[in-house]
């Protein structure tokens, strides 16, 4: 009983309260409206993910068909019907060259989904045997005080989802560490606060692709005589620009809004405004700085995709870019394979910071 | 020189439509050591009062004088209990009570200042939820909390705003008998804000009246001449006591259907006949 509170507990607080009917069939004995709950939770939303693939199969299904005949009249038209009846039963056979390039099917996007990982696998490998080859060499190198050699092969999709994570968390620190101080500080003062907000309401409608360009222009002229890896601090730096203006709207807001009694508190105790800031004003205005946050961290997370893209520098945004102008056959699906990725780890995300939220709000009548 | 003293003290909240003028002429001396309470309607004043009292707000026009200083600020030599508690929620009952005992007594040692807390949280009964968050607690439980706050502090006067409204009768007795006990161990001054009238017998010194808004004014004050300690039971059966209860109750039973007179409106009701379901 007591291990099923927890863990309830825990699903509501993560945001998987939808989880709670599964939970709840299996930590004691299903009651009639367990069952019911579980119907409506879990095997409707199962439906509609049957309805979804079935709809995107028969979408691809006549797309195909559409390039397919088109094909086919295009050979026709060109060269007759000895090489139209050639593409037919090209196309039939199933064979790879002639196959229409148009919307994957699921099962094409589950296919290269494997071979993704199997392709992880293999690269994985590879590293790790260069690494054991190169093992003496580099220790040598080290000792002579030259550059270790390192692997300079392609990464892999897994690589990418890592490298894009790294550039996100490191973008949503920078939002965290410039945001949330400047939000209290304008929070603080009336004046601040008034002088300051043309800034803010201008810069926050900048678009994602001006703020990589304006930080390229910095940056490529910073990092001139050093080589380090720019691609990678300008993306990170613009994810950071572009997404901080929540966390700094929500700080702002959420300091300035202190509730009246609580102020009342701290003056009746005589708290420094040291004191009064830390103890009072930013525990009270967690909530809001969290909410910003959140939305802070799925706001990078989307403009990373189209930061990457642009910039050149590796992650999901380049492996999309490559993947299109590459024109494989099974490019497109890779494709389909990255979008429903960025869309779980969004989600994800989304909820780890949605749990962090829970956990710091509290309702304003609490104390009251 | 009084202890404390409010001449003429006139509150008027500014606003948009010219402001609500509170309070009007309030003339209040209280002495060293004396336990006054004030009693009034809902939404006359009393909170704008203790308020003013405590060094929250200024008033309008008119001083309030403490010890013969004009009150500009909040001070630790006047402890409140807030009406509606004001408890921070992100911080334990103990934390809640800690916060403020730090405050009060700067140099003392962290070990010395967790016994304070103990000590005065245990005086609420509250030992069992110390390290419990406030949103875990009923409102009475609060009440308390925000009662060992402001006594834990150890202050010179204590203003209290309704502290033991939310409260059951035997929790009420009890609290009252701790109040008058920390009040009378050193001699201390309080104000008390109730709208209880045996309370405010079985408490003050004095009562006073306060009339309703706006422009309220202190009525004529009625002093409780019973000797202390005071004894529940037997308090029922004293003269002074029946005397004075009746006399503020009559007291505010006229001030209250003056109030209903003054008002002079008409309303014109509309014509509202009965429905027929049958037909
Ligand atoms: N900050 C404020 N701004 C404007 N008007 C206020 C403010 N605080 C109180 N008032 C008004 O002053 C009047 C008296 O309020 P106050 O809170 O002092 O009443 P009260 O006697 O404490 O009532 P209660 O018994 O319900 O606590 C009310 O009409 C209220 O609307
Ligand atoms: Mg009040």
Known sequence: ?368 | MAYLELKNVCKTYEDASGGTKVLSNINLTIEEGEFVAIVGFTGSGKTTLVNLINGLIKPTSGEVLFKGEPVTDTSHERGVIFQNYSLLPWLTVGQNVYMAVKEAFPKESKEKLQAIVKDYVAMVSLSPAINKRPKELSGGMRQRVAVARALAMNPEMIIMDEPLGALDALTRGNLQDEILNIWSKDKRTALLITNDVDEGIYMADRIIPLKPGPNATLGPEFIIDIERPRDKTSLNDNETYKKNRNAIIEYLMDIGNERKSVSNETYELPEISPKSFVA
């Open chain 1, 1 to 368: 009983m007591k291990q099923s509170i927890t863990l309830n507990k825990i699903t509501q607080l993560m945001g998987f309260g939808f989880l709670k009917p599964i939970t709840a069939l299996f930590t004691g004995k299903p009651q009639k409206e367990d069952i019911v709950n579980f119907l409506k939770k879990i095997i409707v939303p199962l439906l509609s993910i049957l309805l979804f693939l079935g709809v995107w199969q028969g979408g691809s299904k006549a797309l195909f068909n559409k390039e397919a005949n088109f094909k086919i009249e295009k050979a026709l038209a060109d060269q007759g019907q000895a090489a139209a009846d050639e593409i037919r039963a090209c196309i039939a056979s199933g064979e790879i060259s002639c196959q229409p390039n148009t919307l994957p099917s699921p099962s094409q996007v589950w296919t290269s989904f494997k071979t993704l990982l199997e392709d992880h696998k293999v690269i994985s490998a590879d590293k790790l045997a260069f690494k054991e080859k190169t093992a003496v060499m580099n220790e040598k190198r080290i000792a002579a005080g030259k550059e270790p050699i390192t692997y300079t092969g392609r990464p892999s999709f897994v690589d990418q989802i890592f490298t894009s994570l790294k550039t996100v968390f490191a973008g949503f620190l920078l939002a965290l560490v410039i945001a949330v101080p400047i939000g209290v500080v304008i929070g603080l003062s009336t004046t601040l606060r008034s002088s300051f907000n043309w800034l803010i309401q201008i810069f926050k409608p900048v678009s994602p692709v001006v703020w990589l360009l304006l930080v390229f222009m910095i940056v490529k002229t910073l990092t001139k005589d050093s080589n380090s890896d720019s691609a990678f601090i300008i993306s990170f730096i613009s994810v950071g620009l572009c997404s901080m203006w929540a966390t700094l709207v929500n700080t702002a807001m959420g300091v300035s809004s202190v509730d009246k009694d609580y102020i009342n508190v701290a003056k009746v105790l005589k708290l420094g405004p040291m004191q009064k800031v830390f103890k009072v004003i930013l525990p009270s205005s967690l909530p809001l700085i969290f909410t910003g946050l959140r939305i802070t961290l799925s706001v990078a997370w989307m403009v990373l995709i189209a930061i990457e893209l642009l910039a050149q520098s590796p992650g999901l945004g380049s492996f999309v870019w490559e993947e299109f102008q590459n024109g494989a056959i099974d490019s497109n699906s890779k494709i389909i394979v990255a979008m429903f990725i960025i869309g779980i780890i969004g989600f994800l995300l989304d909820r780890i910071m949605l749990t962090i939220q829970n956990m710091v709000s509290f309702n304003k009548n609490e104390g009251v």
